[in-house]
């Protein structure tokens, strides 16, 4: 019989201070003292570089000050209603706005301006080659645009190690190179399937090896 793990919360929500900051100092510290209110903040950079998260810091912050927050995913269904009570919007994978999306973003822009709200947005690609209307692209850039650099293997090897040992997990070198040559080499994925090995070393009763984790991928079906 397997031991069910159970959900004792250990995955840290995202923050400023549990973000790997890699060579992404200057994006963190724009962000990290972004005024409020302030001009539209953008950040751009590949999967995984960490733009979500920041974005979800940035937010994390103004809840924590008692402000409301509209967050708003490229693939979030329609309608996008403007809320007065408002005092942070976000926009996340901008470059995957479709025509009906992009109008619900640029009336967001609208609204937000006219009540001196703050947006902060993020996407793959620059402001100047989003594929997005022209008046939309024009106002992703009007503010502070922040490139998202993704981490060294150095960095992903520490950050992977630091949330290994918050977790209490021992992850050895022979583990940290299977993750890092058989899977995606983005931090989010990576930290998404350290999740899950946790979680099915809990079940099985086993240290994280590489048999395990080999189990593991053959039990859930995931790509090695």
Do not use: C
Not at 209 to 224: C, D, I, N, S, W
């Amino acid at each position: 019989m397997k031991q069910i793990p159970l959900p004792i919360g250990l995955d840290a929500e995202p923050g400023f201070d549990n973000f790997v900051v890699g060579d992404n100092a200057a994006a963190l510290a724009g962000l990290h003292h972004l005024p409020m209110p302030s001009a539209p903040v953008y950040l751009w950079g590949p999967a995984g570089a960490g733009k979500t998260h920041l974005l979800a810091a940035l937010a994390r912050r103004a809840r924590a000050e008692g402000a409301r927050v509209g967050w708003f995913d490229a693939a979030e269904p329609l309608p996008w209603d403007f809320d007065e009570g408002w005092s942070l919007i976000v926009i996340d994978g901008a470059e995957r706005l479709d025509p009906e999306h992009q109008h619900a973003a640029f009336a967001l822009f609208v609204e937000a301006a006219t009540h001196a709200v703050p947006l902060a947005a993020a996407g793959r690609l620059p402001p100047v080659d989003l594929p997005l209307r022209d008046d939309l692209r024009t106002r992703l850039g009007w503010g502070p645009v922040h490139q998202v650099q993704p981490l060294s293997e150095a960095g992903t090897r520490a950050a992977l190690r630091r949330e290994a040992d918050r977790r209490g997990i021992f992850l050895s070198d022979e583990v940290m190179d299977f993750l890092l040559t058989r899977f995606a080499r983005d931090l989010g994925s990576l930290m998404a399937l350290l999740h899950r090995l946790d979680s099915f070393s809990l079940a099985e009763r086993r240290a994280v090896t590489v048999p395990l984790l080999k189990k593991m991928v053959a039990e859930e079906g995931l790509a090695a």
